[in-house]
């Protein structure tokens, strides 16, 4: 991992990225209900506020390997995310 500012980065376009795509799912679906994929979206967003809140702590005593696991947990729930945009039908 590089820095903070590159973290933050990655941060925002892998969440952004499934966002957007749950937007397509639903422009290219608009005869199917949007809970499940509205609920995507939300889980989205609290998964960046949560993500972006770990990355500013200040108070780790070992910057790497706090940037390592959050970088390992943005992996985890957008791999989650995708897998749940998949499941939508």
Do not use: C, P
Request: charged share 40%; glycine share 4%.
């Amino acid at each position: 991992m590089a820095n903070k500012r590159d973290l933050k980065k990655d941060i925002n376009y892998v969440l952004g990225d499934i966002i957007e795509a749950v937007y397509v799912w639903e422009y290219n679906n608009t005869d199917k209900d949007t809970k499940k994929s509205e609920a995507i979206i939300d889980e989205a967003i609290e998964t960046f506020d949560s993500l972006i809140a770990k990355v500013n702590d200040r108070a780790v005593e070992d910057k790497k390997a706090h940037f390592k696991a959050v970088n390992q947990e943005l992996e985890d729930k957008g791999r989650a995310l995708i897998e749940k945009i998949n499941k939508l039908g």
